[in-house]
């Protein structure tokens, strides 16, 4: 059964970090484009990051703060996060690209993730 389960969110202070993490089972991530989308109260989905074989891509809204890392022999992956800020207050969710179509999420030029896991509340505030 393909599943994501991500964890690690939490209560940070501005300028502070927390470090996501994202369980896959039920196929490999080497095989797949994957990453990150959140979404804040009221807004709409924003892929901000994506992880392929040969590059990455990062939002401009995290460019620089956030990084994305995979783990094969675990099967995971990690999205760390620094410099954090009361507008980095949203539902993160790991996300996959299997080429599906439906209900898809864009992240940068060449991402279109169309699975995802349940997410995992990030909350910025001093």
């Known amino acids: 059964q393909v599943q994501l389960v991500e964890s690690g969110g939490g209560l940070a202070q501005p300028g502070g970090s927390l470090r996501l993490s994202c369980v896959a089972s039920?196929?490999?991530?080497?095989?797949?484009?994957i990453g990150w989308f959140r979404q804040a109260p009221g807004k709409e989905r924003e892929g901000f990051s994506c992880?392929?074989?040969?590059?990455?891509y990062y939002g401009d809204s995290v460019k620089g703060r956030f990084t994305i890392s995979r783990d094969s022999a675990k099967n995971t992956v990690y999205l760390q996060m620094n410099n954090l800020k009361p507008e980095d207050t949203a539902v993160y969710y790991c996300?996959?690209?299997?080429?599906?179509?439906?209900?898809?999420?864009?992240?940068?030029?060449?991402?279109?993730?169309?699975?995802w896991g349940q997410g995992t509340q990030v909350t910025v505030s001093s």
């Open positions: 992880s392929r074989t040969y590059d990455t």
């Open positions: 039920g196929f490999s991530l080497d095989k797949y484009n």
């Open positions: 996300a996959v690209e299997f080429g599906r179509v439906g209900d898809t999420v864009v992240a940068g030029p060449a991402c279109e993730f169309d699975y």
